[in-house]
């Protein structure tokens, strides 16, 4: 079965760092266009990051909030997608999911985990 499962998540100081893994099994990781969403509460979950697949160029794309300051990037030989979070901010504060999808696929989900931001 399809497993994505979120680490990396926690308590974190403005200014401070985080790297969220993504670990994936159950489909063909190397073909999927991974991404990072996230939600704070009230709020509607928002694209953070997007890397396609090496076979659609393996190029990776931010929202405006995060750009230089996060990174992602993925091993497909470890089936893992990372994000590296830098100079945090309280409005980073949210639940942290991994998005997988394929060409003709409905997409999938894992159940997140939290980041929080706060001193």
């Known amino acids: 079965q399809v497993q994505l499962v979120e680490s990396g998540g926690g308590l974190v100081q403005p200014g401070g760092s985080l790297r969220l893994s993504c670990a994936a099994s159950?489909?063909?990781?190397?073909?999927?266009?991974m991404s990072w969403y996230r939600q704070a509460p009230g709020k509607e979950r928002e694209l953070v990051a997007i890397?396609?697949?090496?076979?659609?160029?393996?190029?990776?794309n931010y929202a405006d909030s995060v750009k230089g300051r996060f990174t992602i990037s993925r091993d497909d030989a470890k089936n893992t997608m990372y994000l590296q979070m830098n100079s945090l901010k309280p409005e980073d504060t949210a639940v942290y999911y991994c998005?997988?999808?394929?060409?003709?696929?409905?997409?999938?989900w894992g159940q997140g985990t939290q980041v929080t931001v706060s001193s």
């Open positions: 998005n997988a999808k394929a060409r003709r696929q409905s997409p999938y």
């Open positions: 159950g489909f063909t990781f190397s073909s999927y266009a």
């Open positions: 890397i396609t697949s090496a076979g659609a160029g393996g190029s990776a």
